[in-house]
């Protein structure tokens, strides 16, 4: 039986740990309204063609939609608890998020309870556990969250860290007991890394990593075991399904180059790069401000040497941090675990894999070794600054949670967001495309104009901004527009997909009696004028990723049938289905003339852009 100090500290700990759930639900709950934006759209497309998901079937086919090795069908699944009609319920699609934020909470804060159990067991019951609350509270109500929560495609995110939790809690469950009950041990150590990974995988492929966070605990967290068993197995579960996944984009996956072919950097640049992704990514964590954040870094400096000064910079402090913690491994174990973890949690979207530079939600799981850190040098603290130390701490937390609720709520108000993106960050192409779209939708044509001439002179390479220009001069100026000229812009042009998603919504609205009516002076841009772009698009290398090129004959195709060339239908549909394997094209094929018309009541089949598409990608 508890005596009166324990029952008290079980519930200062109690307190504090429901206050802190209650604040967090409190700070994101502004972000649960909104739109649709930027990838929420392409990954939700295949519901918009299947429409209502109201059959096994349909749900088969959404929940296994997705691109690549394994297409993530776990998390696509996942969204028909919310809703099973399109267009879905914004709110409910959110509102989930935010439940599985406040679970992953739960999760971070019974990770940094063990943590600090086994590399901390001296500072006593009570302030061990508040440490620990700490962290996790940091981790729960960051700023830096809120793309994960109220961006509804992070779902896939959210999710993946759910089930790597889970997977490293019961894994360490396991690794306590392997000493004293080695059979029930390598059960429950075999569960949490052989259920757990492959599921967060489905979720999303960073799942891999719980291999890794595995790996860290058993360096740092328990008394190494050198029985050949136990080595086996470390091989079998955390080490192999690592070393498979190197192998395959290093030797097998031939996709690897062909992705650095359409991006603007190569694999050495993207490498060099990370080092001031990682460090802003860090500056913004432990600086937190509303300003500066947001979805959109497209624009983030490529670097081309090692040498450049922020380079330099960079990589000296992220490898002076690292020597750090290797440095203090022994005397700070904590420090080092949590320095560690974060870094490791970034190994697979901030090293070679042909992504996107900068994403602010790649910190989601990772930054719960920050604050581990954070709270282990905390802990070496002398006692006569406690109560300071206290006072900080909730000082900071009330500073997370204005942040965080500010944020939260630009969210739910999709033209503030977009301004203010793009008051903070003029530079980036999407961002500025966004903003266009909205001055287009509010009629205010100077401020477009200009927008989209300053656009174009910092991106002049770029054939979305010409043909924004195109677009607005044409359907909404009312002014003479040639636009022969567009498939010579082609072959320099970067890849983008805002100039495809633009093209197509103005050959729709070229086909749109209501605005043929009210055309004077604009002549729309002609099926054979639209073929000719997506034609150069094709042979273009930058646009010759799988899903692009597919989409480019898809649409080559549709123009085909709507001409009446059968031949020409069947050679883009027999392109689109080598490059994509997606089995919809044989069957367009099978019935050509269920496509390529638009305002039949057949054109869902043909995956035209939603509007949400042309709100997310600029003027369209």
């Given amino acids: 039986m508890l005596d009166s100090s324990s029952r008290h500290s079980l519930m200062i700990v109690a307190g504090s740990f429901l206050g802190l759930l209650a604040l967090t639900l409190w700070a994101f709950a502004p972000g649960t309204g909104g739109q649709l934006i930027f990838d929420d759209i392409p990954n939700l497309m295949p519901w918009q063609d299947l429409g209502d998901i109201d059959s096994a079937a ?97 779902r896939m995110n959210l999710l993946s860290t759910t089930l790597e939790l889970a997977g490293l809690l019961v894994f360490l469950y396991g690794r306590e007991q392997l000493q004293e009950t080695p059979r029930k041990a390598l059960l429950l150590c075999s569960v949490g890394i052989g259920l757990f990974m492959p599921l967060a995988v489905l979720a999303k492929e960073n799942g891999l990593l719980l291999c890794v966070f595995a790996l860290l605990a058993e360096r740092f967290c328990f008394t190494p075991v050198r029985q050949r068993w136990w080595q086996l197995w470390k091989f079998t579960f955390l080490w192999l399904p690592l070393l498979a996944f190197v192998v395959y984009y290093t030797l097998i996956n031939q996709s690897l180059a062909a992705a650095y072919a359409g991006r603007p950097f190569t694999l050495e640049q993207r490498l060099l790069t990370q080092g001031p992704v990682v460090a802003d990514y860090l500056s913004k964590l432990l600086l937190p401000r509303l300003q500066g954040s947001g979805l959109y870094f497209d624009n983030f400096p490529v670097s081309r040497s090692l040498l450049e000064p922020a380079t330099l910079f960079a990589w000296t402090a992220l490898g002076g941090l690292l020597a750090l913690a290797w440095t203090l491994r022994r005397r700070l174990p904590l420090f080092s675990f949590g320095i560690f973890f974060y870094f490791g949690g970034h190994l697979m979207e901030s090293t070679v894999l042909p992504l996107e530079m900068y994403f602010e939600h790649r910190n989601y799981l990772p930054q719960a070794g920050l604050w581990l850190a954070v709270a282990g040098l905390l802990a070496h603290a002398p006692a006569r600054l406690q109560k300071p130390m206290t006072a900080a701490a909730i000082v900071f937390l009330a500073f997370l949670l204005l942040l965080t609720r500010q944020n939260a709520h630009l969210w739910s108000q999709p033209q503030l967001q977009t301004a203010m993106w793009y008051h903070d960050n003029p530079g ?26 300053n656009t174009r002179k910092l991106h002049p390479e770029q054939l979305s901004v010409r043909v924004a220009q195109h677009y607005v001069s044409c359907y909404w100026q009312d002014l003479p527009t040639d636009f022969n000229d567009l498939p010579a812009l082609v072959p320099g042009a970067p890849f983008e997909t805002a100039s495809i998603t633009m093209l197509e919504q103005m050959r729709t609205l070229g086909n749109a009696p209501d605005i043929r009516t009210r055309l004077r002076r604009c002549k729309p841009i002609t099926d054979q004028q639209l073929a000719n772009v997506y034609r150069a698009m094709a042979g273009n290398h930058r646009f010759g990723g799988a899903r692009t090129f597919s989409r480019l004959n898809e649409f080559l195709a549709e123009i085909a049938t709507s001409q009446g060339d059968l031949n020409a239908t069947m050679h883009h549909y027999d392109e689109a289905f080598r490059a994509s394997g997606d089995p919809v094209y044989p069957y367009r094929q099978a019935d050509p003339g269920g496509c390529g018309v638009r305002g039949t009541d057949r054109v869902q089949l043909c995956r035209a852009p939603s509007p949400a598409a042309s709100r997310a990608t600029g003027p369209a």
């Fill in 58 to 154: 349909k749900a088969v086919t959404f929940t296994f939609s997705g691109t690549g090795i394994p297409g993530r069908p776990l998390s696509l699944l996942s969204f028909l608890i919310d809703d099973q009609s399109w267009s879905p319920d914004i709110h409910a699609l959110k509102r989930t998020n935010l439940a599985i934020h406040l679970i992953n909470f739960c999760l971070v804060f019974w990770l940094c309870l063990k943590v600090f159990r086994y590399l901390r067991p001296d500072l006593g019951e009570q302030r061990g556990t508040l440490l620990a609350l700490l962290a996790a509270g940091i981790w729960a109500l960051h700023p830096l969250q809120v793309s994960n929560v109220s961006y509804i495609i992070q």
């Fill in 428 to 453: 980036s192409l999407r961002t500025s495309l966004a903003y266009a779209d909205l001055l287009l939708r509010r009629g205010d044509f100077g401020a477009l104009q200009q927008v989209l001439e």
